[in-house]
């Protein structure tokens, strides 16, 4: 089964650029059906979506984080990344990568990093 | 403030049938399907149900998942100590054309 592994730095300054990676095993991120996405939770908090790249090359974003996201795929190693401008400290939080297909959406998931903010 | 409203907290005791709800609207659970994650203490979220009803692969059958209109609801019978957790539901939202989730409920087995 697929198997995901985020990967990036833990602690970012404020007004910098976050870029996390999420390595796939087990299959293919080619694999049609299938779409590959980013959730935070914040400390204590609930989980929040932050954006979704699909097979067919739609990539769909949180309207909340739109201006400060792109998610982009690097089909050679299997991974696909994340990108998050401008981090103030209400975007620590930790980062999900995951995959499901629609009828089972979010089905795997990686096991999370921890990203704090602070100067 | 999540698009998804659920009861903060539930609570029961082992052997327990307990109910969580997930209210949404037309443009989300109201036309297309809900979906629960179940995250244990300091894990990542894990899909239980999907498409409303049914149960992934592995899930045990004391987790079930039902729809009403806007609603869902995830109910687990014979509550056991190793339910303790946060239970979450999603969907995606045709007016925001994309996923939103619950604010998460927190189960708790006295």
């Known amino acids: 089964q697929l198997q995901l592994q985020e990967s990036g730095p833990g602690l970012v300054k404020p007004s910098e650029t976050l870029f996390l990676t999420c390595s796939v095993s087990?299959?293919?991120?080619?694999?049609?059906?299938?779409?590959w996405g980013w959730i935070r939770q914040p400390p204590g908090k609930g989980l929040e979506w932050i954006g979704t790249?699909?097979?067919?090359?739609?990539?769909f974003y949180n309207p909340s984080l739109k201006s400060q996201v792109t998610i982009s795929v690097d089909t050679s190693n299997n991974q696909f990344s994340l990108r998050l401008n401008s981090m103030t400290a209400a975007d620590t939080a930790v980062y999900y990568c995951?995959?499901?297909?629609?009828?089972?959406?979010?089905?795997?998931w990686g096991q999370g990093t921890v990203v704090t903010v602070s100067s | 403030q999540p698009v998804l409203i659920q009861t903060p907290t539930a609570s029961g005791t082992p052997g327990q049938r307990v109910t969580i709800s997930c209210s949404g609207s037309?443009?989300?659970?109201?036309?297309?399907?809900a979906n629960w994650y179940q995250q244990l203490p300091g894990t990542a979220p894990k899909l239980l149900i999907y498409?409303?009803?049914q149960r992934r692969s592995g899930v045990p059958d004391r987790f079930s998942g039902s729809k009403s209109d806007t609603s869902a609801s995830l109910a687990i019978s014979g509550l056991q100590s190793e339910d303790e957790g946060d239970y979450y539901c999603?969907?995606?939202?045709?007016?925001?054309?994309?996923?939103?989730f619950g604010g998460g409920t927190k189960l708790t087995v006295l």
């Open positions: 995951a995959t499901g297909r629609g009828i089972t959406p979010f089905e795997f």
């Open positions: 087990g299959g293919s991120i080619r694999t049609t059906n299938y779409y």
């Open positions: 790249f699909y097979y067919t090359g739609s990539t």
């Open positions: 037309r443009s989300n659970i109201g036309s297309t399907t």
């Open positions: 498409a409303n009803t």
């Open positions: 999603a969907a995606w939202d045709d007016s925001l054309n994309g996923w939103v």
